[in-house]
């Protein structure tokens, strides 16, 4: 169980990772995201090395298969809504 909420957590932070290097959303100014817009190749390094983790933890809980379907399915859920909610989150101010 709590590889499970390691793994959605890590592939929380490995898509906000990617979304930050493109150039078409709107993006937030945190430090943190700030840091991923100025380092795009570094963001995208450690956004994709994160995604890996988290399948690779994933099918290790719950095997191949049902792993991958998994993250599959997290994947979606965690990029539609940082896709939705980011840009209201930016407006905010």
């Known amino acids: ?34 840091w991923l817009q100025r380092n795009r190749s570094v963001s995208k390094i450690i956004g994709i090395l994160s995604l890996l983790v988290a399948f690779v933890l994933l099918a290790f809980e719950q095997g191949i298969g049902s792993g991958i379907l998994t993250g599959f399915i997290l994947l979606m859920t965690v990029a539609c809504l940082i896709i939705i909610l980011s840009p209201l989150i930016s407006h905010k101010h």
């Open 1 to 34: 169980m709590y590889i499970l909420l390691a793994a959605t957590i890590i592939l929380i932070a490995g898509f906000y990772a990617l979304y930050n290097t493109s150039e078409k959303a709107v993006l937030q100014k945190d430090i943190a995201s700030v």
